[in-house]
């Protein structure tokens, strides 16, 4: 068996929440005072992933701090001109003999969710919430050949769900992704994709699944309304009982 391995991408700006982050990573948004990525290191550590690394691009040197000695870190330098596909794709390395979990650094999930990502079977495993289909997000199709396509261009009527922004890969599902998301960037391709554009190619030949995750048990941060949501779902913050209650 493959060691385990996460890598959280977190180099992007966040420029629609920008009235909640106040110009830091999203990553570093706080719930009950613990930080997204902090979250998620600890969850991934309940899970015996402690070989995690952080893709860094935007105010680089708060996120480090952050995840000093509890991940490693890589700048990624051309962050504010392309999306996440080439953000992976300058640190490809990372993908290469490991079972990785690949995690978009503005998600939160309930801590069950994660282990059904490890636990999954199959050479790559996407959560996915089976009861949202929502306009303007990433959502899922797979088709009766076995072949998994994300992205908001897949019609609402016809998809699977919504995706997470977190999926498992192995060793060898990790090697292909790695060398797909390289050949788009060396192509000059891709630059404003998400790395999930490549899957619909690889996923025919590999055994994908989608893990089915409840509503209310994720939350993806892109705007201070999915902040506000995050908050009240996750927070375990409550009020002290008056008396004689």
Known sequence: ????????????????????????????????????????????????????????????????????????????HDYATSNNLWTLAAHAELLHGHDTA???????????????LWEAPGDLALLVDTTSRLEGTMRVLRHPDGRVELGNQVPTARCDGNYVGIMRASATAAGRLADAVRRERDAGRGRD?????????????????????ARGSWAEIDTPEDHRAALARFSRTRRPATKGA
């Open 102 to 116: 690949l995690i978009f650094g503005d998600v939160v999930v309930d801590d069950p969710v994660m282990t059904d």
């Open 1 to 76: 068996m493959s060691e385990r391995r996460a890598v959280l991408l977190c180099a992007g700006r966040g420029t629609r929440a920008r009235d909640v982050t106040d110009g830091l990573p999203k990553c570093l948004l706080t719930i009950d005072g613990v930080s997204l990525v902090r979250r998620v290191l600890s969850q991934l550590a309940a899970q015996g992933v402690d070989d995690v690394h952080v893709v860094v691009g935007h105010r680089r040197e708060l996120v480090e701090r952050e995840v000093r000695g509890l991940a490693t870190t890589h700048v990624v």
């Open 193 to 213: 994709d998400y790395f999930t554009s490549v899957l619909h190619g690889l996923t025919g030949h590999l055994d994908a699944r989608l893990v089915p995750v």
